[in-house]
């Protein structure tokens, strides 16, 4: 068993002159939430619909348990899929729609029934069944979405941005209820979106596409701390860059040279810069601080604006420069306020938590 | 601006329109409830008041062919067009809609060239010694001419070809209204291209089918020029069978009384779809 449960090799999707996917290989374990995340056009669901039987690729394979599923047309896949749009069969029942699959495979009567009442008892829709979908909402429909695709106990689940048709609290509630699934089936999910913050909510590991290629992948905290590049900074978590000048590495860590003259050690990157090179500090809204503490660097700004954002207060601030940067502390709201009203602060950021990009 | 909105709202509501009807219910009033009230009171008046004319027409095996050949001819007609128009109708609804737009065209067309021409061109096409009969046999395919006119074939040949923009038209609104998702849906969910159609695509598209099914029945069941043209006189149908009683036999009562049971059967049949498809879904609001 050193085989993949799952493996995308050198996928290849050409539209004409243009690329929708480059290359792109994955192996992934049996039982992993994987999420495809990317701006539209990245190729993210292109991937997916490869995996689905729904688009051919122009060259590469997708592997299941070794076994190329290229030739293998959709209804034979045994893959389940929940879409972005409603797909629900508008003229049958709810409980209708979840035995379609194991209708389709002839399975028993009596099993079909005891299988449609422990789905929707999984979804927590039991009373439902007799309803048409045209009667539920938007998130019931998707939860019934989802049980069909888990009637017929698929291996993989794919889900297509499930829940961008669906308003804020409702999207968190249904994803509780996914991770919630995720674990009690322990089916393997490959999952697609362009919202961040549900990648990070819902994921074991997280692939970030740009044009039609992976630029990072790994798990959520991988990808917050240690972003590989300005674009994965930038997509994962909100991210200020100050411009910067590099003017050594000793041990991984970098001394540089901000805007405004100061002097900064004990920045991380991971690749190799020349001294005197032009490079850009990424600093988190939420890595800088108010006060002073060990071993953190100040920074000079002038505060220009503050917005209360329930659990955090958000701080715009300006630096000597004239770069507005977005502040994000953890406490200190009071003090925040009182450097609205001097308007002249210092804040303060730890060297370690900052990462140094070329630029 | 709320001022505004609230001087619109008269506006918003829709114009009754009592007055530009009228010219059109008056027609409708003079030239159709009028002579069809005309046309029962003859159908019991004539020649001497009673129901003789009905007993006359259910009671006669002569009369009861031409009713049965009617149903028949409807039936078949109304069949074939189904399962012919479908692929057209599913091929128009998934098409860009800039190619859609021309085949469309050719639909409409077809159906705005005149009647009489198209039937007659049949005839050219159908006979013994047609272009149909004569290209099988030169390529010897067959060695006798096939009897494609003046019987049942032919009928439903001439017909279903006049009545195939009839159930394309409904049937194409029915099926863009199916996201082609749902059939991707069906297809993960293990459902073989036969079995989505079976399941799926066909039950979603049962409104249009029974739309444009009703109309071309309804129409089927009436119809003079290409039944006539294309027919035996052993199959004649309902409308000939009520011009040769009033033109030849003159004979008013049985005529209308004939009339009469097919503006009936055309009632009963809308009144059915209706229970049976829903009046809201028949008028688009599916």
Redesign the interface.
Known sequence: MTEPFLSIRDLRKAFGSFVAVHDVTIDIPRGQFLTFLGPSGSGKSTTLYAI???QHPTSGDVLFKGRSLLSV?????????V?Q?Y?L???LTVAENVA??L???RRPDAEVKRKVAEMLSLVRLESFGDRHPGALSGGQQQRV?LA??LA?DPPILLMDEPLSALDKKLREEIQAEIRRIHRETGVTILYVTHDQDEALHLSDRIALFRDGRIEQIGTGEDLYVRPQSEFVASFIGNSNFLPAEHLETVNGAATIRLADGSVVSGVRHDREFSQGQKTRLMVRPEAFRLRPGPATAGLAVEFVDTAFFGERRRVIARTAAGQEIDVRPTSDMAEAQEGIASSRQQIFFDPAAAFLFPA | MSCNLLHRQPILRRPDGSGGALPALTLITLFFVVPVVALLLRSVTEPVPGLHNYATLFGDGTYARVFFNTFLVATVVTTVTVIVAFPVAWMLAIMPPALGSIVFGIIILSMWTNLLTRTYAWMVLLQRTGVINRTLMDIGLISQPLPLINNLTGVTIGMVYIMLPFMILPLVGTLRAI?P??L??????????F??FR??LL??S?PGIAAGGLMVFVMSLGYFVTPTLLGGTSNMMLAAMIAQMIQSLLNWGLGSAAAFILLVVTMALYALQLRLVGAKRMTGGI
């Open positions: 689905a039987g729904f047309p959709s209804h034979k896949r045994n893959i389940g899929m879409f749009r797909t069969f508008q003229h379609f699959p209708r389709v495979r979405a069909r695709a017929y | 996201d998702m749902t991707r849906a069906a297809a993960l969910c293990g459902a073989s291209p079995e989505a399941r799926i039950p979603l049962l």
